[in-house]
């Protein structure tokens, strides 16, 4: 007999409960994509094009052949044919064409890893070069207004007359801003172990959306999803680098089905700089124009970035400017040049990070030069409504979260003059700026189960990417049945398990919650019809929120947050430290403190990192970019991160899902390196406008 005390009666959301996996990730059992070993597993190592722009000519695979244990060298000329896909880096091996230098143009497959990647570096592909085109600059003749930016937003914005209104604005800050091209770099590079089984495939991946995995993936090989199955239990963080499947995954089915043996495909740390993706560099030109005391009139973002030629990826970098502040003349526009480059992909809070950079470090030069505090600047400019949509707000704290920020951080007392405290033989200063982030959901399905012992379990294809979705997913369902969260297992990471959007665009906890609670609210309705009998073979109830999700918006539903900084700058180095960081967020219910602020500390993180270190370096001559390894490509280390800490203001949103909560895994990393940047402004009196802040840009 199961007796279920019902909603309310328990409280498990809101506790910082250990992460439910953590036991077995700290003790090595946690199982990672490339840890699977099938029977018959053989090694493929990939060949990578060594030309920026042009065409396969011949391969040479005689002497890579010889190697002892080489099964198979695979090429356009023999490569097992795909169907064409909508996005075209899928199209591994399908062209003699060269995109990009560092795209794939053949694999190795053989017995061990060594065999492999020695026969690779054997293998000999000749080329016919074409010039390359590989540097953005905002005057390129090929900048076109692409159709949409992602995901659908139009590219370009345009309310009152924005010109007219720089033209009679009495304080004006007109300046260029740039972001350099960033890669992600999440501990666990991608990995993936192919199957085949006649007709059928399983692929171990690392990836965030295994049920995105199946359906993309599947038709490629001309299978129905049903196929195809994607097991991905645990991964080691993806930033949006695994948010799609990229060419990695492809190459590893089409190794495997071309040798007849399981394959495993490991990408190397350097190989991940040309085939995973990277947030495309930004040039942003901000215009403000404002009132003497402040108010914002006129608001302009005009946005130049890249794609490559293979696929249109048109980040949506001016989209927070179209609802942070009021101002009733106003345009947004994206711009895009289609360059000899990969193409460009997700990367924590792509749009709002660099996008915020550049326009919170607008508002602080606008706050300089009406020399008026920078909170009370963004204070002034809080829009009633959305100032695009026009639609409410179902909540916005962003003030309450500067109010929060300043008394905590000890704003008051500060003095704006910039370069003027030294301290320890540092300049030091203290900057701030606004955090955001769109609340988003996706419809997805869950199965709840009521077990003859008197537990649970819940079914749903998740994804746990290190930010603690298992963990919440059961604190949620274990409320939603009333019981205590150690009698609720909740299993994700499996395409065969019920259909579920990815881990990505912050809507996770959103998107799986709401599932996870309509299916055990059907579980307890089940189970009360039952007088709470449980059979031997148990209750089983399935929800799929597809009907609930969607429709028009009524509301605009946004997470806000501040972020204060404070650092030392070496007047005679020009070195940045980063002394103190705080962010203060608004963003609905947090379901698990611990885990949480994991999120938003590590978002802040890899802010400071955007900020001060990381810089992926276009080399002109070879059209590739020139730092592919962590030792030079810089993120932050443990020596950066001196004070960080986060914390977050109660939000009660009624208007969001069953949990009320919002996106809390990408707006830890906006505003963060505006705020730094404002405070290296604060300490030095040197406006960097470009990103990161290197010494050369200091002293
Ligand atoms: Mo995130 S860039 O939406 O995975």
């Known amino acids: ?74 090429w356009y000329g023999n490569a097992p044919r795909l169907a064409p896909a909508e996005n075209a880096e899928l199209s591994v091996l399908q062209s003699r064409r060269v995109a990009y230098r560092g795209q794939y143009v053949a694999v190795v497959v053989a017995e061990t890893l060594e065999n492999a990647v020695e026969a690779a570096r054997l293998l000999r592909v000749d080329y016919d070069v074409e010039e390359h085109d590989v540097e953005l600059r905002a005057d390129h003749p090929g900048m076109y207004r692409p159709e949409r930016v992602n995901p659908v937003y139009p590219a370009d914005t345009e309310q009152g007359d924005p010109d007219a209104a720089l033209a009679a604005a009495e304080v004006v800050v007109d300046e260029v801003y740039s972001t350099p091209a960033e890669h992600n770099n999440p501990m666990e590079p991608h990995a993936t172990v192919a199957v085949w089984d006649g007709d059928g495939l399983t692929l171990y991946d690392s990836t965030q959306g295994a049920t995105s995995v199946r359906d993309i993936v599947a038709p490629l090989f001309g299978l129905p999803p049903g196929n195809v199955r994607v097991v991905s239990p645990h991964v080691g963080g993806g930033f949006g680098s695994k948010g799609t499947p990229l060419s990695p995954v492809v190459l590893a089915a089409l190794a495997a089905k071309h040798a007849g043996r399981p394959v495993k495909l490991a990408v190397t740390r350097s190989q991940m700089f040309s085939v995973i993706g990277y947030r495309t560099p930004t040039i942003q030109r901000i215009r403000l124009g404002a009132d003497a005391r402040g108010h914002l009139g006129v608001i302009v973002h005009d946005v130049f970035e890249q794609s490559s030629r293979i696929r249109e990826f048109a980040e949506q970098t001016a989209t927070p400017t179209r609802m942070m502040y009021a101002a009733p003349n106003r345009r947004t526009t994206h711009r895009l040049v289609r360059l000899d480059v990969p193409t460009p992909s997700w990367m924590r809070a792509p749009g709002e990070a660099p996008g915020m950079f550049a326009l919170e470090s607008a508002l602080d030069e606008l706050a300089f030069a009406c020399g008026i505090d920078p909170i009370e600047l963004r204070v002034r400019n809080e829009p009633e409504t959305d100032p695009e949509s026009g639609l409410p707000f179902s909540s916005r704290n962003l003030v309450a979260c500067m109010r929060e920020g300043a008394r905590r951080f000890g704003w008051a007392d500060r003095d704006p003059a910039p370069g003027v405290r030294l301290r320890d033989g540092l300049l030091v200063g203290t900057g701030v700026a606004a955090s955001t982030y769109p609340v988003y959901r996706r419809p997805s399905k869950a199965s709840a189960t009521a077990l003859a012992d008197g537990t649970f379990t ?6 746990d990417i290190g930010t603690g979705a298992r963990t919440a997913l059961t604190q949620i369902a274990a409320d939603t049945l009333g019981v205590p969260p150690g009698l609720v297992r909740v299993e994700i990471g499996d395409s065969a398990l019920p259909d579920a959007s990815l881990a990505g665009g912050s809507m ?3 998107s799986w919650g709401t599932a996870v609670v309509r299916a055990c609210e059907a579980l307890t309705a089940a189970l009360r019809e039952r ?31 501040a972020q204060f900084a404070e650092v030392g700058v070496d007047p005679a180095t020009g070195e940045t430290r980063v002394l103190r960081l705080l962010g203060v967020f608004a963003a609905g219910r947090i379901v698990n403190p611990k885990t949480a602020r994991s999120q938003f500390v590590g978002g802040m993180t890899m802010g400071m990192s955007m900020a001060l270190l990381e810089e992926s370096v276009m080399d002109r001559e070879f059209g590739d970019y020139l730092n592919h390894d962590l030792a030079q490509y810089h993120v932050a280390a443990c020596a950066d991160v ?13 208007h969001l899902n069953p949990m009320g909560t919002k996106g809390i895994g990408e707006i830890g990393i906006v505003g963060t390196a505006a705020a730094v940047a404002n405070a290296v402004h604060h300490a030095t009196g040197v406006r960097v406008r470009d990103l990161p802040i290197r010494i050369d840009r200091l002293v």
């Open 508 to 510: 996770g906890t959103a």
């Open 1 to 74: 007999m199961t007796t279920l005390a019902g909603p309310g009666a328990a409280s498990s959301v809101g506790s910082a409960l250990d992460r439910v996996e953590g036991l077995e990730k700290v003790t090595g059992r946690a199982k990672y994509a490339y840890e699977y070993a099938p029977d018959d597993l053989v090694y493929a190592a990939p060949v990578q094009a060594g030309i920026a722009r042009g065409e396969v000519r011949a391969v040479d695979a005689d002497a890579a052949l010889k190697l002892p244990g080489v099964i198979a060298a695979i």
């Open 458 to 463: 819940v079914r749903i294809a998740a994804m």
């Open 531 to 561: 007088d709470g009998q449980v059979p031997p073979d148990g209750v089983e109830v399935s929800a799929d929120t597809a009907r609930e999700i969607g429709g028009e918006r009524r509301f605009a539903q946004h997470a806000f947050g």
């Open 642 to 654: 001196r004070d960080v800490e986060a914390v977050w203001i109660e939000e009660d949103d009624p």
